[in-house]
Structures are given as structure tokens and as C-alpha cells.
């Protein structure tokens, strides 16, 4: 996380390098939270819970540091998904239905080798396409190997949800 990330709307900030900034007693190369409007760094549960409270915010006694601001709905921050691209077709990879469509017609058979893994396997090499069983469970390391294997077929981009 570098530079300056705003949350709630520009209400709160993380500073990366605040000995950059007029704060005293706070040294540098250390990350702080800075409350925008009074320009007042953030130095317990207390205050932050004082600041939320103004706006609104319950905390019921619990505060936590969220890694991936857009998970939580309250912050109506857009979040980032990768998506598996078929490139011809410029379609979407929206289900294991769709992928072995794909993967079938570029002479990819299915590997029954596992029963909790959906596998893949071309005959002609050694490659081995293990894929989870469930969908919501295909993540961008999933994406990105079927990517390797099928050089210009497929690609991960990055969407806006």
C-alpha cells in the first residue's frame, strides 16, 4: 500500500510516509491513519471509534483493519475480480460448462484421475489442468494456469463489480 489510501469517502486516510507530513512525534516510515478534516492522525481504538461515531458508524466495541476495502458493503468502494477471457470469442468464462467447451475444442479431453477435482489433459503432452469441482471457488491461480497452458487462447482481466 503506498502513498495515500482514502477511505469512507474521503473522511480518513492511511499515510505511508507521515514524517513527511506536519505531524509531531510520529516517525517516519510508519503508516498512520489520518482523519482528513481536522488533519488529526489517529492514535487508538478510542479516537477512531470517536470519529466513526460522529458519522454515524456503530462499532459495538469491535474495530479490525479490513486488507481488501471493497469486501465490506458499507463502503460502497467498487470492487476488483478477475475474470478468464476466451479471447476469440471475447467471451467471459462464466462456468465449467462454458471453459470444457473451450478447453474441448483446443484438444483438451476431461482427466477422471480425482473425484474432488475437475481436470483437464491433452494427449499429446504432459500438461494437467486441475480446476476445483466447485465454480465460486476458481480463483486467478486457476485462471492464470489455464493461461499458460493455452498461450493467445485465454487471458485474466481485471473487472470492475
Not at 462456468?95 to 476431461?110: H, I, T
Given at each position: 500500500m503506498a502513498g495515500v489510501w482514502s477511505i469512507s469517502n474521503g473522511v480518513t486516510r492511511l499515510v505511508e510516509n507521515p514524517g513527511d507530513l506536519p505531524f509531531p512525534n510520529v516517525p517516519r516510515r510508519?503508516?498512520?491513519?489520518?482523519?482528513?478534516?481536522?488533519?488529526?492522525?489517529?492514535?487508538?481504538?478510542?479516537?477512531?471509534?470517536?470519529?466513526?461515531?460522529?458519522?454515524?458508524?456503530e462499532s459495538n466495541g469491535v474495530t479490525r483493519l479490513v486488507e481488501n476495502p471493497g469486501a465490506p458493503p458499507f463502503l460502497n468502494v467498487p470492487r476488483r475480480r478477475k475474470v478468464l477471457v476466451h479471447v476469440p470469442s471475447n467471451e467471459?468464462?462464466?462456468?465449467?460448462?462454458?471453459?470444457?467447451?473451450?478447453?474441448?475444442?483446443?484438444?483438451?479431453?476431461?482427466?477422471?484421475?480425482?473425484?474432488?477435482l475437475l481436470q483437464f489433459r491433452k494427449r499429446s503432452r504432459i500438461d494437467l489442468i486441475s480446476l476445483p469441482r466447485d465454480f465460486s471457488?476458481?480463483?486467478?491461480?486457476?485462471?492464470?494456469?489455464?493461461?499458460?497452458?493455452n498461450r493467445n487462447e485465454f487471458e485474466v482481466r481485471d473487472t470492475i463489480i
Open positions: 510508519r503508516k498512520v491513519l489520518v482523519h482528513v478534516p481536522s488533519n488529526e492522525v489517529i492514535t487508538s481504538y478510542n479516537v477512531l471509534a470517536g470519529k466513526l461515531s460522529s458519522l454515524g458508524w467471459v468464462i462464466t462456468s465449467y460448462d462454458v471453459l470444457a467447451g473451450k478447453l474441448s475444442s483446443l484438444g483438451w479431453e476431461r482427466y477422471y484421475e480425482d473425484p474432488d471457488k476458481f480463483k486467478s491461480v486457476h485462471m492464470y494456469d489455464i493461461c499458460i497452458k
